[in-house]
C-alpha cells in the first residue's frame, strides 16, 4: 500500500500563505490566525481554528494552518499541526529551530489541544501566542485532551514563550459562530 | 505555495503492511511493532519507534508506522502519527471509532510522547497496548514532554482500554542499540 496523503490547504487559503507578506505586531499577527479561522467555517472548510507561523525579528509569513480534520480525513490535522508540518516541509527541516535558521513563533486562534501542545514542542518555535481559551472550544463541545497548567510550564520550561488571551473575545466569536451554525463536532 | 507532502513508508516496510495478514494474540502484535522498531533502526530509515494499528476482532492489520522524522523532515512524523494518518486515510475516515467500523487497536513499541497521547485520543482506536516505558526513551536522550499519570487517566476515562509494559525488556533493548550505534537524538 502505498498512500500519498498530500497535506493542501483548502483553495481559499492558498494565496493567503504569501511569504513575502510581514506583519507588523502581535496584534496584526493574531487577527490573521483569527481572519483564517473565520473564513474556514464561511467557506465550511473545517473547524473554527486557524493558525500562521511567521519569522520573529521581521515579521514574514512561513505557514499556516487552518482546521483540515474532515475535509482532509485525519484526525491529526488540527490548524496548528498543518501550520508545523508546512513549515518544516517548506524548509526541509523537521525543526524550526536550529542555529542557521531565524526565529520562528506560532500564533493560534485558541489554545491548543494535548495534541498540538506536544507538537508546538517539538517543532521548534520559540514562542506561543493563543488567541481564545481552551474554554471556548469545550464549550461547543471540542475535546482539549490531557491539558493541564504543567503541560505549559513544560513549554516554557523548555525556552518557549507563551502569551495567552491575545485578541481572546474576537476567536470566541468565530468560534460560537460556528456553534450557532450547526458546524459539526468531530472527537466530541 | 502548494506542498506535496507525501507521507509515505520507508522502501523495507511497504512489504509489511500487508492488510491481509492477521494476528493471534497481543504478543505477537507487539512483537511486530518492536520488529518494526528494530528494522528501522538497522535500515538506518529512523528513530527506534514502531507502531501498528490492527482490527481488534480479527487481528488483522491496518497499518503501520515507524519513526520517520528524520526521513520525511518532520518533527510531526512519529511512529504512532504515521500509523493514525495511514490508517484513517485508507478508510478515508477521520475517526477509527464509528459504528460501521470495527474497533481498532494501536500497539507502540514505546509509550507515546505528550503529541501523540493526545493524537491516539482523537485517533479513535479503542486500545493503547505499549512496551517499552517512556523512561527507556528519556534514558538516551528523547523528550516525551508534559505526559503525567493523569494523561493516562484521560484516555482511559474516554473509554480508551490502556495496556503498558508488553515486551518491555525487548522494545528496550532496540532503543538501547540506537543509543550504541550512536543514532541522531532530536529534539534532545
Same mark, same amino acid.
Given at each position: 500500500m502505498t498512500l500519498a496523503l498530500c497535506i493542501d490547504l483548502p483553495d481559499w487559503a492558498r494565496s493567503m500563505e504569501d511569504s513575502t507578506r510581514c506583519f507588523t505586531d502581535d496584534t496584526e499577527k493574531m487577527?490573521?490566525?483569527?481572519?483564517?479561522?473565520?473564513?474556514?467555517?464561511?467557506?465550511?472548510?473545517?473547524?473554527?481554528?486557524?493558525?500562521?507561523?511567521?519569522?520573529?525579528?521581521? @515579521?514574514? $509569513?512561513? +505557514?499556516?494552518?487552518?482546521?483540515? #480534520?474532515i475535509r482532509l480525513q485525519s484526525s491529526v490535522l488540527h490548524a496548528e499541526m498543518l501550520a508545523i508540518m508546512r513549515a518544516q516541509h517548506s524548509l526541509g527541516s523537521y525543526t524550526l529551530h536550529r542555529p542557521d535558521l531565524p526565529v520562528y513563533e506560532l500564533f493560534s486562534s485558541c489554545e491548543p489541544c494535548a495534541m498540538c501542545?506536544? @507538537?508546538? $514542542?517539538? +517543532?521548534?518555535?520559540?514562542?506561543? #501566542?493563543?488567541?481564545a481559551p481552551a474554554a471556548s472550544a469545550r464549550a461547543i463541545g471540542f475535546d482539549e485532551g490531557p491539558v493541564y497548567p504543567e503541560s505549559y510550564g513544560y513549554l516554557e520550561n523548555s525556552g518557549i514563550e507563551v502569551v495567552r488571551g491575545l485578541l481572546a473575545d474576537?476567536?470566541?466569536?468565530?468560534?460560537?459562530?460556528?456553534?450557532?451554525?450547526?458546524g459539526p463536532i468531530y472527537n466530541a
Open positions: 487577527r490573521f490566525a483569527i481572519d483564517l479561522s473565520r473564513r474556514n467555517v464561511e467557506a465550511g472548510s473545517g473547524g473554527p481554528f486557524g493558525a500562521a507561523i511567521f519569522e520573529r525579528a521581521t @515579521g514574514r $509569513l512561513l +505557514s499556516l494552518g487552518v482546521n483540515s #480534520v501542545l506536544g @507538537g508546538i $514542542l517539538w +517543532s521548534g518555535v520559540r514562542r506561543l #501566542v493563543c488567541a474576537e476567536a470566541h466569536t468565530v468560534i460560537a459562530d460556528y456553534r450557532d451554525r450547526g
